[in-house]
């Protein structure tokens, strides 16, 4: 089975503060993607990357940065995390149709 | 620009119907289409993958159908139960103007089983 896991399930951060999201997957996926999910708002996509140190911005990368330096893990960045950056945070890993999901992070921004 | 719609937003039935699920998306040129559960507070889980040459997918109790000349796809439910109580969600694999693939996400249906 495709496991995708993320480092932290519940996570509470100043205004202010660098936040790190991790994901990592352990069927060599080429595809990842780190999405937030919103009330009313659906999932919208923040940035994927389809290699190693490839990325590419999705819909709403502002505020966020990315890294990728091993296949199997991709971070998600809050440069100066900011309360509007409350939200869920989900990453998917896919190869090469279908994605595969991780429990997701609920990060709070106080 | 694509834009996927899921339309109830929120359903309740009673134990043992048989209910469809709608999504539709605006530009039929897509490579597949995902549908996903979701649980409170939960990531999603991959329920059926239907791939654009194909008109339907089965699993169990679920059965998932693509149009795309009408960019419709339905999931179908059989004999419901409590236990399928969750959020619905359809996600279309759509290619990007840098060659690239993304998917993008209905906001769901709301759905409750009653006992």
């Known amino acids: 089975d495709v496991k995708v896991t993320q480092s932290s399930r519940y996570l509470v951060k100043r205004t202010g503060e660098k936040v790190f999201l991790e994901c990592v997957q352990d069927?060599?996926?080429?595809?990842m993607f780190w999405y937030r999910q919103d009330p009313g708002l659906g999932l919208r996509l923040i940035y994927f990357?389809?290699?190693?140190?490839?990325?590419e911005k999705g819909d709403i990368p502002e505020g966020y940065s990315v890294s990728r330096e091993k296949k199997e893990r991709f971070s998600l960045i809050l440069e100066s995390a900011s309360t509007n950056q409350t939200s869920m945070y989900l990453c998917?890993?896919?190869?090469?149709?279908?994605?595969?999901f991780g429990p997701g992070t609920r990060l709070t921004v106080l | 620009k694509q834009e996927v719609t899921q339309i109830p937003a929120a359903l309740s039935v009673p134990e043992g119907e048989n209910l469809v699920l709608n999504c539709s998306f605006t530009?039929?040129?897509?490579?597949?289409l995902q549908w996903f559960r979701q649980d409170p507070g939960k990531g999603l889980t991959s329920l059926l993958l239907?791939?654009?040459?194909?008109r339907e997918q089965t699993s169990g109790r679920l059965n998932a159908s693509l149009d795309k000349s009408s960019g419709r796809s339905t999931l179908y439910i059989a004999a419901s139960q409590p236990g399928d109580s969750a959020t619905y969600l359809c996600?279309?694999?759509?290619?990007?103007?840098?060659?690239?693939?993304?998917?993008?996400f209905g906001t769901g249906t709301r759905l409750k089983v009653l006992a």
């Open positions: 998917a890993s896919s190869h090469p149709n279908e994605q595969f």
């Open positions: 069927m060599d996926h080429e595809n």
């Open positions: 990357s389809y290699d190693v140190k490839m990325k």
């Open positions: 530009d039929s040129a897509i490579y597949n």
């Open positions: 239907i791939q654009s040459s194909q």
């Open positions: 996600a279309v694999r759509t290619r990007t103007t840098s060659g690239t693939y993304k998917y993008i």
